[in-house]
């Protein structure tokens, strides 16, 4: 791109949306670890939670099929919802759908209802909402391994919308490399407490990460028609899909910080292509993007 090349940026993207093409992206780094834990302690299956579009959702009913374990996600919405482009995947996967209002969502961290859960399946792991826990570090520890024997970098940049994928980078850089997360929602600080409680007793105080909580767009899943288009051009030049929720905010972050000479001449920068391209469906399904300027992945 033709900022970079002006500020003398090396920029590469880590394609994590090519290590499957259907469990993409972060998704497959942070269920590995899930995966592996229900298998071992002889558990029947996953609880999740997550929206009607949930990159998260749809990962985790696939993966749960091909490992032949249950699923069942906790649904924000309601049911004539499991029609849509995403769930009718994941029930054509075997997911269990089940549909709870927004009061009752926002209780699906709080101990009393988690406990009340687990009671209800108690032969299975509940795995939080994006699939940030402690089982989804070693996953996404992993990139900074393959990193390392790839390429010298001095900065890392990634989108953020429950932590544990930046958990994961932060506890095994060991403080090598600035890592900027690309927060995908507004009012997000309180991401930052997330984190440090993700990674424990991992001292983080002089570590070099940041969370950048100003490159939202509006909102979660929200963003502008400038975005958008700015968005297709950079797709169609680089011939790499960066979606407008996730991906697509860290790109456009990460020119804005070029333009602000936030990195130095010289530097690389390394992109975490987080996947989530099925989302693109969703948003067509809803005409909130052209059928013209996006393509969705093939599932099948």
């Keep these: 791109m033709p900022i970079f090349d002006q500020k003398q940026l090396s920029v590469y993207v880590k394609r994590d949306d090519l290590i499957h093409p259907i469990i993409s992206g972060n998704k497959w780094r942070k269920l590995s670890g899930s995966l592996r834990y229900a298998k071992a302690h002889g558990l029947k299956g996953l609880v999740s939670f997550g929206g009607a579009y949930s990159n998260h959702i749809h990962a985790l009913a696939y993966a749960c099929q091909q490992d032949n374990l249950a699923s069942i996600g906790i ?128 001292k983080t105080s002089h570590c070099r990460w940041q969370l950048l909580t100003e490159y939202h767009g509006g909102g979660y899943a929200k963003f502008s028609e400038t975005a958008v288009q700015q968005l297709v051009a950079y797709n169609k030049q680089s011939g790499i899909t960066f979606e407008p929720i996730y991906s697509g905010k860290m790109l456009l972050a990460t020119i804005e910080l070029a333009e602000q000479n936030y990195f130095a001449a010289g530097d690389t920068i390394i992109l975490l292509h987080t996947g989530g391209l099925q989302g693109i469906g969703g948003l067509l399904e809803q005409g909130r993007i052209a059928k013209n300027d996006w393509s969705v992945p093939n599932f099948n």
């Design 75 to 202: 649904i924000r919405g309601r049911p004539e919802y499991s029609n849509n482009f995403t769930l009718s995947m994941a029930r054509s996967w075997g997911m269990s759908l089940q549909f709870v209002s927004h009061l009752e969502y926002k209780q699906r961290a709080q101990r009393d209802y988690l406990e009340q859960l687990q009671k209800t399946y108690p032969d299975h792991l509940i795995v939080p909402e994006g699939g940030s826990h402690q089982l989804a570090l070693y996953g996404v520890a992993e990139v900074i391994t393959e990193l390392e024997q790839q390429i010298d970098y001095q900065h890392i940049l990634l989108p953020v919308g429950s932590g544990g994928t930046i958990a994961g980078l932060i506890k095994q850089d060991n403080n090598q490399h600035n890592i900027l997360g690309v927060a995908v929602l507004k009012q997000a600080s309180y991401l930052n407490q997330e984190i440090e409680n993700l990674l424990g007793r991992v």
